[in-house]
């Protein structure tokens, strides 16, 4: 009988690198919610991945940046906790953008950490190969990285390498999870994640961070279908028009969209209800950093 084995792999970078792409092709299906919009994860959120014998547990943590207000500041702390206690640490750089100060920042801030210590170097695909090599031996002069890696998550160039490899560096041990677990996430944090993943990707610049999505209610109906009520808050009354559109265009593209992928997601019928609600200060409130899985900071 082969020893099983399982291990925990912390995934961190700035804002925009590709880390929740990352985790889903490594675990094989959408597990993160992703969109083009920088800072697009606010909590942590494990992905499980399996390779053989060995279950890769992969915290897909917020881009780490610069806070400024309390959420910024739940979200880089959240950041840090995923890191804690990891097998591998893997910083994701985003291989067409440039190393400045913010991508030193974080390799100087891992440097001495006492965890193995992988680069690896995303969007290969569409950066410039001589670019790739200069960007890996400046953060290698920073950190000693154990291994480096050139990848795409999004066309999964590379990929096949780095999960086999992963899998061999985790330690022998029992599995975490259900070989058909893909997320600690509870069905209602999904719920929540998705339809917040559909208000980026449509309102784009529209609507900044000014929004959260709280799961009211989540209950099984006789049929076998799923009812949730979802709560959108946004800050200003100008800010409720843009989410609802004009004759409530938009919120009902955000909800057929969402419960689309919740449907695909949970292999069940979805009814989903939408409301949005003006909240001035919400991301003051202590319970909205609850149901969105953050810690509240001072």
């Known amino acids: 009988m082969t ?3 399982c291990g925990l792999v912390a995934v961190v970078g700035a804002p925009n690198a590709g880390k929740s792409t990352l985790v889903n092709a490594l675990v094989g299906q959408k597990v993160a919610i992703v969109s083009p919009k920088a800072q697009t994860t606010r909590a942590k959120l494990l992905g499980v991945a399996i390779e053989g014998d060995a ?6 943590t917020p881009g780490i940046f610069e806070p400024k ?19 591998i640490l893997a910083l994701v750089v985003d291989g067409k953008g440039g190393i400045g100060p913010k991508i030193h920042a974080i390799a100087e801030s891992i440097a001495h950490r006492p965890e193995p210590k992988h680069l690896i170097l995303n969007k290969v ?13 400046k953060l290698n002069e920073v950190v000693k990285f154990d291994e480096t890696w050139f990848i795409s998550a999004q066309t999964g160039d590379g990929l096949p390498q780095l999960k086999s490899r992963l899998a061999a560096l985790m330690p022998e041990g029992p599995w975490h999870y259900p070989e058909d677990q893909v997320s600690d996430a509870t069905e209602r944090a999904l719920a929540a994640e998705v339809t917040r993943e559909q208000i980026y990707l449509q309102l784009h610049a529209e609507l900044p961070y000014a929004s959260a999505v709280e799961t ?14 979802q709560q ?3 800050e200003r009354p100008t800010q409720r028009a843009i989410v609802l559109g004009k004759n409530g265009v938009r ?17 069940q019928k979805v009814h989903l209800y939408l409301h949005v609600k003006v ?15 953050l810690d509240w900071v001072e």
């Open 3 to 5: 020893e099983q084995r």
């Open 55 to 60: 279950q890769i547990l992969l915290v897909d």
């Open 69 to 87: 207000r309390r959420l910024d500041r739940a979200m880089v702390a959240a950041a840090w906790e995923g890191a804690e206690g990891a097998d």
């Open 125 to 137: 695909d569409i950066a410039d190969k001589a670019r790739l090599l200069t960007h890996a031996e």
């Open 216 to 229: 009211e209610a989540y209950k099984e109906r006789e049929d076998g279908s799923v009812e949730i009520h």
């Open 232 to 234: 959108i808050l946004v």
């Open 251 to 267: 919120i009902k593209e955000i909800g057929a969209r969402a419960r689309a992928q919740l449907s695909e997601l949970l292999g």
């Open 279 to 293: 909240k001035p200060g919400w991301d003051e409130d202590r319970s909205v950093y609850k149901d969105i899985g």
